[in-house]
């Protein structure tokens, strides 16, 4: 975008020799056809330099790493090599330094406007005078006023105009950032369990077939553990909703940590691979593992749960969990896997639950 903002200003540079051209011909402009081939030539190499520079990345370090207070005072300086030297043509040549100043509004604030209209006004009241020492203060230096009076007038209205233009794009790049924020907040919103946090059951289908295909396209292993918390319902019953969820909350968190260690790898090492299954079912999804290595996950789960009660706002609650562990058959349907996780988990609850079944 900033090289293709910078090809635009060179264009403009070199159009603009079309009206200086014409000035050249009639002879109301001082500088030769020398002089515009020096003006095109220096435009040229200064619009090298910013494009080199922006090819680069060099501009990257700068504090304005599009460059456009640069540019355009650069383009001022220009514009007062020519308008010196414009003669009759004067006049028309005041539209030089407003095509440069135009340029602010993909960039620059009023205050900076405001600085390149006033330091403007400044370089043409040296050139005043500098062309007019000595000498009476005739039409010729009334026209000058005038046109230095136009100039500062239109430049000064054109800073509140660039400054306002360049707020407006600014409120709509920080509404569009805040946008795909919501955006991105909704979505990640939409994957997750409001209340344990971890990936609700539609998207944990979703890894499952996405692990499966990978499996099926480049080969591979993956593994599968499905988790039920033991007595669940007593607890809500006993200590209420409340108390119970808690107690997910608090069994999620050592799931999570149990299951940060190298024979366990997924999207997020202990979180993108652990999802909400049902009420208190929990599933976990292995890529890269073997069953002995979902096996050895299982069993560190369960002692962790088993070890550690769960701090809730009511009293500390002991907690077991039982766990059914199968890994993917080559060729096999999710349902086929799943049924069969499920089953080795009501194999570990008939008996007798804190324990995990393989199958």
Known sequence: MRLRRTLVGYASYLLFLIPLGYAEIFGWLDVGWGGLALFAGGATLINLCWMLLIVSGANRRLRDPSMTFAQI??????????????????????????????????RLATRQFLLLAALTGAAYLAYIAIAYYGKPFDEAFQLELLRFLTLETVLFWLSFLGGYVARLRQTL??????LERALAAASESARR???????????????????????????????????????FKQINDAFGHAVGDDVLRGFVARVMKSIRTPDVMGERPGEGIVGRYGGEDFLLLLPNTALAGAARCAERIRAAVERTPILTSKSDIELTVSAGVTEYRAQESLDTLVERADQALYDAKRAGRNRIQVA
């Open 73 to 106: 005072a650069v383009s001022i300086i220009f514009a007062f090599t020519v308008f010196a030297h414009a003669g009759a043509a004067k006049g028309v040549l005041l539209l030089l330094f407003f095509i440069g100043m135009f340029f602010g509004v993909f």
């Open 193 to 231: 369990d409001s209340l344990t946090d971890v990936f609700n059951r539609r998207h944990i289908d979703k890894l499952l077939a996405a692990e499966r295909e990978r499996v099926l396209r480049y080969g591979g292993e993956f593994s599968l553990i499905i988790l039920d918390l033991d007595n």
């Open 173 to 178: 790049h920080e509404r569009n950032a805040d």
